[in-house]
Every structure is written in structure tokens, then in C-alpha cells.
């Protein structure tokens, strides 16, 4: 049985099997777009779409390849937009207070080493069962909607 089990083992990393799932499926909450611009041109046309609409609010931004190199780390291109509808994050918070580990909403900008550019966020139906929201479609919909137009038209 050991024997079997070290020639299957050698076999597999001589065959270069790789163990590591794809990014699209690290968690089904987390929705993830491929796009075809540039991480900048991807990354500023959100900022521009978010900043341009009056119903939201940039609350901060982050770019975790900066803060890696502050501390001689390196990273490829990933960037973080929070911005939030308070008209739409407070009913799920007045339903279940604890949403509020998921708001503001965010999008994750960021490169992979293939140089292929992606965009993720929470998909808020997720967040209807992780926080057991049960009074909140319309509002889901809404961000359900919203974050779908913003990452297309970001992505294109």
C-alpha cells in the first residue's frame, strides 16, 4: 500500500498536476469577471462609474501591491474600491446587524501572473443566506443589479 501510494504521489508531481482550484471557484459568494482592459483603464473606469453616480459613495480605496512593497513584499496589481448606499445597506443591517462585516460593497480589482485582468465582489444573494436576510429581495436585486452593470461596463 505505501509503495502504490509513493508511485501515484511521484507520478502526480512528475505529471504536474496542480492541486490549486481556479480563481472562479474559490467560494460561491464571490462573483468574478474577466476583463479586457488594463488593470488602470479597468480600475478607473469603476472609480469613474462609482464616483459619477449620485446614489453612491467612494468610502476608500486600496492597493495591496503599494502596501506590499512597503514592506519589501511583492505583489501583483490588486486594488480595492469600498463605497456604499447607506438608502440600501441600512435595511440589511436593520435586519441583521452583523451584514454590516459585508458593507460598504467592494470590488477587487487585481492581475494575475498571466497578466489577465480580473474583477470580484460579494454577490449580495450570497449575503441574503450568510446573514439569514429574509425581508431584503428588492434591496439584494437592486445591488444584485447595480454591481453587475458597473463590473460589465468596467470590464468592456
Given amino acids: ?9 511521484s507520478t502526480l508531481i512528475l505529471i504536474g498536476v496542480n492541486c490549486s ?5 474559490l467560494d460561491p459568494g464571490i462573483i468574478i469577471k474577466s476583463s479586457s482592459n488594463t488593470i488602470d483603464s479597468t480600475y478607473n473606469t469603476l472609480k469613474k462609474l462609482i464616483s459619477s453616480n449620485p446614489n453612491l459613495t467612494i468610502i476608500a480605496e486600496l492597493d495591496h501591491q503599494d502596501n506590499a512593497a512597503s514592506v519589501d513584499l511583492t505583489l501583483s496589481p490588486t486594488r480595492i474600491i469600498l463605497f456604499g448606499n447607506p438608502k440600501l445597506g441600512t435595511p440589511l443591517m436593520q435586519e441583521s446587524q452583523v451584514t454590516g462585516i459585508d458593507l460598504p460593497q467592494k470590488i477587487l480589482v487585481f492581475q494575475e501572473p498571466t497578466g489577465e485582468v480580473k474583477i470580484a465582489y460579494n454577490d449580495p444573494e450570497y449575503l441574503k443566506s450568510r446573514h439569514g436576510l429574509t425581508k431584503q429581495d428588492k434591496i439584494l436585486s437592486t445591488m444584485s443589479t447595480a454591481l453587475d452593470k458597473l463590473t460589465e461596463s468596467a470590464s468592456k
Fill in 1 to 9: 500500500m505505501t509503495r502504490s501510494f509513493l508511485i501515484l504521489f
Fill in 21 to 25: 482550484p481556479p480563481v472562479e471557484k
